[in-house]
């Protein structure tokens, strides 16, 4: 891959959000209107904020990735989406409650232009929410047509040149892979045929990428995560990734689990807690989104302290996850990890990290991220799972023939050394040069 071969980012990017209406489709849509318009700067976003080292640290060439790798700009973003609520996004931000009036109000007249449009959405599959303002068809197959209609009118109204589909709704109920999913004629039999292990979510997706457009999954649901879905994104070269925003205690345990093993300290249990209280919080409570959300939390420690390596410090640990609706704090969400270590000759430590965090605003700007390098990934001819914005996610999409990363700083590594290999510029090692002499 060569630098030569990237397109450059001409022209204006849509971004389609599913759950447009939402507390982090909100959180990102005003925010990216306060920074484009002066009023706030984009924090927390690598693509925005971060720096890159070129060469040699001594080189002292440190590009801002924004100017590094060509990125879509800000002012070139235009957003749309879908959800099952007919409120302009004003109001929806309003009602998302992330953040204040005055941050609302500053960006009002270019919120309330921001509508959505109808979303597919079938109860079965996210048992706490209504939709009232949803589409209708024979068969998910013509609903996921209907999508696709969607996505091609957006384009054109818009007068956009690329888009990218990123979903930001409710996380749905516990699917297995199975037999449906495993190629394109049996999934395109299953739409037809309305098979259950079918849901919206997959249908959006399929839209999507049939029409050679990113999909990202910001949601534990499986969702792009199937052979079907991976084999339609190689067939049009189309990038996808997910599953599920890396932010709060996740994020957390991504950074100390590496630092246990790094140091040879043993683990004997590990207990996640958490109160929070918005829609998210609500659809959660319910045992079917618990499930999906439990499993992609739950698979984070096994990867990064690899028990069959090191039985002696992590074979027996005990690893809880629990999130409760509690509605006064809305989506301030507090967050207790209550950690039991042992170190020399087995004597037993303990680490408490309370983390009093805002979910979306840890949120919004992953979406930002993932949008740029989703296009970027595009435009460098990159097709199929990213792992190289594992960075991001709590249940990286790997290919069946590797292994997830979660450790947040190796994932950083790689997702730096991409951007530097893809710009045709060396990956920096860390290696000190004299041992090479
Ligand atoms: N905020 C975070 O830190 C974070 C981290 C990881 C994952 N997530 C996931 O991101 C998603 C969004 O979180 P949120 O806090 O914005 O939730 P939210 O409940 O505020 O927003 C979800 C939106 O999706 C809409 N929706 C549901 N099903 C839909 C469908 N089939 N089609 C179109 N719209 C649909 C809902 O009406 C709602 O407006 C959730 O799945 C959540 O688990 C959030």
New binding site residues.
Partial sequence: MSVQKIQKPEGKLGVLI??????????FTAGLLLTRNGFSKPIGSLTQMATIRIGKRIENNFPVIKEFAPLAELNDLVVG?????NYDCFD?AKE?KVLNDKDIESVSKELERIL?MK????KN??KN?D?SY?KKGENKYELMEKLQDDIKKFKKENNLNRLVVI??????IYIKEGGVHQNLDSFIKGMKENHEDIS??ML?AYAAISQGVPFIN????LTVDIPALLELAEKNSVPIAGK?????QTLIKTVLAPMLKARMLGLSGWFSTNILG???G???DEPGSFKT?EESKLSVLDSILQPELYPDLYENYYHKVRINYYPPRG?N?EGWDNIDIFGWLGYPMQLKVNFL?K??I??AP?VLDLVLFADLAQRAGMKGIQEWLSFYF?SPIHSPNTVPEHDLFIQLMKLKNTLRTIMNEEPVTHIDPDIMD
């Fill in positions: 599913v759950g447009l209406n939402g507390a982090v489709a909100t959180t989406g879908w959800d099952i609520s929806a998302a959505p979303g597919v959405f079938d599959y996210v929410l939709g949803i979903w930001a709704a409710s996380t749905e919206p979510s959006y910001g949601a534990p649901n599920d925003f890396k932010t709060g918005n829609k998210d609500l659809v959660l959300k989506d969400k965090c979910d979306s840890l949120a992953i709590k």
